[in-house]
T-cell receptor, first 112, second 113 residues
């Protein structure tokens, strides 16, 4: 049968601008969230994580925001660089759980 | 920085054949996982493994799939009789604890013809 691919939303960003990538997660019981970056032909690469007892966490050039009320997660990338071009996935799990559930992904294209 | 490694990077096999995908998790990690990603689709959980046994598996992980940790370093995924729809990238991952982020390997691209 025909295989239906995932139509990724795409965020085009000018180099140097800030990027915001959004994710709606599905399970209200999830209490641990991770953002991964995936470059073409490679495995997911950990960027930053956050637990449900926090609503904001900052890393180097990245910030994750968690809004549990509306089950929403966002990733902010400051001063986006060409090397940030990739697909970004949010993933959710229960802290004591085994199964990490990935979201659909957002493609970020950085324009020079 | 330690990394998860996987071999081979690309495996082509005929439908009905058995394949074994190999992974070397990060050495001090205790939890091991297999995920797959069909081209253009989400990354999907297959199975988790801890203390020499499966701790959770998805509905995808049927009787055709098995995992093994044959020694202290390798972690393998076997597909007994491959089907066309098994064509995908297969990612191995590991974590130090169940509640920590998984480190993913570079993947094995499996093509079933």
């Amino acid at each position: 049968g025909e295989s239906v691919g995932l139509h990724l939303p795409t965020l085009s960003v000018q180099e140097g601008d800030n990027s915001i990538i959004n994710c709606a997660y599905s399970n209200s019981a999830s209490d641990y969230f991770i953002w991964y970056k995936q470059e073409s032909g490679k495995g997911p690469q950990f960027i930053i994580d956050i637990r449900s007892n926090m609503d904001k966490r900052q890393g180097q050039r990245v910030t994750v925001l968690l809004n549990k009320t509306v089950k929403h997660l966002s990733l902010q990338i400051a001063a986006t660089q060409p090397g940030d071009s990739a697909v970004y996935f949010c993933a959710e799990t229960k802290a004591a759980g085994n199964k990490l559930t990935f979201g659909g992904g957002t493609r970020v294209l950085v324009k020079p | 920085e330690p990394e998860v490694t996987q071999t081979p990077s690309h495996q082509v096999t005929q439908m009905g054949q058995e394949v074994i995908l190999r992974c070397v998790p990060i050495s001090n990690h205790l939890y091991f996982y297999w995920y797959r990603q069909i081209l253009g689709q989400k990354v999907e959980f297959l199975v988790s493994f801890y203390n020499n046994e499966i701790s959770e598996k998805s509905e995808i992980f049927d009787d055709q799939f098995s995992v093994e940790r044959p020694d202290g370093s390798n972690f393998t995924l076997k597909i007994r009789s491959t089907k066309l729809e098994d064509s995908a990238m297969y990612f191995c991952a590991s974590s130090e604890e169940v509640g920590l982020a998984r480190s993913f390997g570079p993947g094995t691209r499996l093509t079933v013809t």
